[in-house]
């Protein structure tokens, strides 16, 4: 049993209503909705929000229903791990079953394609890890140009090595954490505090799929290039409304 997890609040500071704002004519979280009900090896998926619309149209769409997320989840500052510590907890009272893997979308990352899911899916699979993180490869490197002062002002490379690096192609790779896709094992979402408490092995996904909303200028730019994909005739095809999972 595969649970897909989607969490979104209604409030949102960078661009108000993100979560359900219109893109390229449906909200925004049904580009990460409508992949995960439409994955034959997903048993079930839930939302967990604090938006009574955004609830009634995920249920809509054939979700479980775990409720409205608590109000001390629905914060800014509540942490991603608590909320979903919540949404394992509530599905598996709701299917009455235990889940065999907690998967997770952002939906500020609709450009995701449906590969990305399934490779992760196998990535868990083969290594068993506690955990499958998406990243894409950082742009800037700490190694050598990222910088940061120092106590008087001047500015020194954030992680320098012995000689220095000078070529970014010398630099060590890092890459930037990104919520493409999360697959955990249930027992590590259980007994974790956070994110990095065990085992988390990386998920590369290109720096093109990994364009995250949290501005204006984010938004427009995703909306570009959501519709050069739809021009090609590359986005995922739109699903009918299935039957909620009982």
């Known amino acids: 049993m595969i649970l897909g997890h989607i969490g979104v609040r209604k409030g949102s500071k960078g661009v108000p209503g993100k979560n ?3 893109l390229c004519g449906k909200p925004l979280i049904d580009w990460s909705l ?3 009900l439409a994955n034959p090896r997903v048993g079930a998926v839930v939302v967990s929000t604090d938006d009574p619309v955004i609830r009634d149209h995920a249920l809509g769409m054939g979700t479980l229903d775990i409720g409205l997320r608590p109000d001390d989840l629905a914060t800014d500052s509540a942490p991603k791990w608590g909320v979903w510590q919540h949404a394992l907890e509530a599905a598996e009272a709701a299917l009455g079953r235990a889940v065999t893997a907690f998967l997770d979308l952002d939906a500020t990352l609709p450009l995701r394609l449906p590969e990305d899911i399934d490779g992760a899916l196998d990535l868990y699979e083969a290594e068993r890890p506690d955990m499958v993180m998406s990243v894409c490869e950082a742009r800037k490197n700490p190694y050598f140009n990222l910088v940061e002062p ?5 500015l020194h490379v954030s992680k320098p090595l012995p000689g220095g690096v000078w070529a970014r192609q010398a630099a060590p790779t890092v890459y930037e954490h990104v919520g493409v896709v ?3 094992a249930p027992d590590y979402l259980r007994r974790a505090r956070s994110i990095y408490d065990g085992r988390v092995i990386p998920y590369v996904v290109p720096a093109e799929r990994s364009v995250d909303i949290d501005n204006p200028f984010d938004f427009r730019l995703v909306e570009l290039l959501m519709r050069e994909r ?8 739109p699903i009918p409304p299935i039957p909620p999972a009982s």
């Open 34 to 36: 409508e992949p995960l």
């Open 150 to 154: 120092d106590e008087s002002g001047a």
């Open 20 to 22: 359900f704002k219109p």
């Open 230 to 237: 739809l021009a090609s005739g590359d986005a995922i095809n």
């Open 182 to 184: 999360y697959v955990l």
